[in-house]
């Protein structure tokens, strides 16, 4: 799918997603649908849908987040790179968006809280 609102395909377009889990863990649990999210930090594919993610950390921050709710769980927030080519639905430059793409790398990975 060619976005021609973005012109730039050498441009570096950033999304950010909440999981559940413990970084000693070679995988997490998306909060968004409960796939395994692998924490290595290479080029992943992500057949179907695709990956989820949110255009700014602020967004998926608020919008996701669990802190402080009854059960919640230990929280990571994971921050990917991608290219305009691996979109699949969405616009990354959107602000306080998601987009769908099929292929990200994994760049930082940061406690959002813990116990």
Not at 13 to 37: A, E
Request: glycine residues 8%; positive net charge.
């Amino acid at each position: 799918m060619r976005l021609t609102k973005y012109i730039n395909e050498n441009k570096k377009y950033f999304g950010y997603k909440i999981v559940h889990g413990l970084m000693k863990d070679m995988y997490v649990k998306s909060i968004y649908d409960g796939s395994l999210i692998s924490l290595k930090k290479t080029y992943q594919n992500f057949p179907g849908a695709g990956l989820f993610l949110g255009t700014t950390k602020n967004f998926c921050l608020d919008y996701y987040s669990c802190k402080g709710e009854e059960g919640a769980k230990p929280e990571i927030l994971l921050t990917y790179e991608f290219n305009i080519n691996d979109v699949l639905k969405g616009y990354p430059e959107e602000k306080d968006g998601e987009v769908q793409v099929s292929k990200a790398k994994l760049i930082k990975k940061e406690i959002v809280w813990d116990y």
